[in-house]
Nanobody, 117 residues
Framework: QVQLVESGGGLVQAGGSLRLSCAAS????????MGWYRQAPGKQSELVAS???????NYADSVKDRVSISRDNAKNKVYLQMNSLKPEDTAVYFC???????????WGQGTQVTVSA
């Protein structure tokens, strides 16, 4: 069973920074994509950023100048560095792992990010 545990969320003032971490455990293919999604109250979940096992990254247009995703394959961890945070970044942030070989997606429980004006 694959488990993902996020950490690093919290309350920050606008213009501040946060670094989210996600640790994945269990068995999944080394051919995978790890990513971060977020869901704000009353809104649909949206992709923030993703990174493939070889380091290829993808960012949402709304964050690409302020966010950086990285991963540590040896530790099965993915990170999301968020800078210049805005109140509209307030959401629950979820990490996921997509096992490309078996087409399975695993999700963490989420971590709250709140940005005050």
């Amino acid at each position: 069973q694959v488990q993902l545990v996020e950490s690093g969320g919290g309350l920050v003032q606008a213009g501040g920074s946060l670094r989210l971490s996600c640790a994945a455990s269990g068995r999944f293919s080394s051919v995978n994509s790890m990513g971060w999604y977020r869901q704000a109250p009353g809104k649909q979940s949206e992709l923030v950023a993703s990174i493939g096992s070889r380091g290829t990254t993808n960012y949402a247009d709304s964050v690409k100048d302020r966010v950086s995703i990285s991963r540590d394959n040896a530790k099965n961890k993915v990170y999301l560095q968020m800078n210049s945070l805005k109140p509209e970044d307030t959401a629950v942030y979820f990490c996921n792992v997509v096992d490309i070989v078996i087409a399975a997606t695993y999700w963490g429980q989420g971590t709250q990010v709140t940005v005050s004006a």
